[in-house]
């Protein structure tokens, strides 16, 4: 079966780096999403990426946050300069449709630690 | 703003006991309800999506229910299985939302004990 697999699987970095994590979408999905969990929290929603564009992007997608899909395949999340509190496990996710009710289908994702 | 609530927060069975978890959300506006399992530091799998016009969804031994009007799903395990030890997340969606946002519970803690 098709699965979203992301890159990293852990990523450790010091605070102020920049830090790049990729993900490689279902094949024939077009709806991508960055979500994120810090450690005993709840799954957040990041960012939704249709047609090389955001879509929609949450309070905590500031300036510091962006993503790309560079080519055919690839979806990424860079973060330009990491802070303590950027600490979490960051998922990828994806779908074939948006609003017809198709589920959205996630990475085992990449666990973020910053020093 | 939709807040989405799980109770327990933790549940521990013995083996071949049938389990049940709740979700509850405050607004009712939703398109669909998607249950996920989480294993410790691993990803989310998709269990069952419910649409918003239907009752209930099956797969297997998991069946899930949706009361839109009462804002509450409730996901049954029939006959537990250790490995079914995990903790199981519910998301919903918003109508007015655009692109699909999901929007989570904290999630139940199953432990199924031999």
């Known amino acids: 079966e098709p699965e979203v697999t992301q890159t990293p699987s852990h990523q450790v970095t010091q605070m102020g780096q920049e830090v790049i994590l990729r993900c490689v979408p279902i094949s024939n999905h077009l709806y991508f999403y960055w979500y994120r969990q810090i450690l005993g929290q709840k799954v957040e929603f990041l960012v939704s990426?249709?047609?090389?564009?955001?879509?929609?992007k949450s309070e905590i997608f500031d300036d510091q946050f962006s993503v790309e899909r560079p080519d055919g395949s690839n979806f990424t999340l860079k973060i330009r300069s990491t802070k303590l509190e950027d600490s979490a496990m960051y998922f990828c996710a994806s779908s074939d449709v948006d609003r017809v009710g198709q589920p959205q289908h996630f990475g085992d994702g990449t666990r973020l630690s910053i020093l | 703003k939709q807040e989405v609530t799980q109770i327990p927060a933790a549940l521990s069975v013995p083996e071949g006991e049938n389990l049940v978890l709740n979700c509850s959300f405050t607004d009712s506006a939703i398109y669909n309800l998607q249950w996920f399992r989480q294993d410790p530091g691993k990803g989310l799998t998709s269990l069952l999506l419910?649409?918003?016009?239907?009752r209930e969804q099956t797969s297997g031994r998991l069946n899930a229910s949706l009361d839109k009007s009462s804002g509450r799903s409730t996901l049954y395990i029939a006959a537990s299985q250790p490995g079914d030890s995990a903790t199981y997340l519910c998301?919903?969606?918003?109508?007015?939302?655009?692109?699909?946002?999901?929007?989570f519970g904290a999630g139940t803690q199953v432990v199924v004990t031999p």
């Open positions: 998301a919903v969606p918003l109508w007015t939302d655009s692109w699909g946002k999901l929007q």
């Open positions: 990426f249709y047609n090389n564009e955001i879509s929609e």
């Open positions: 419910i649409q918003s016009s239907q």
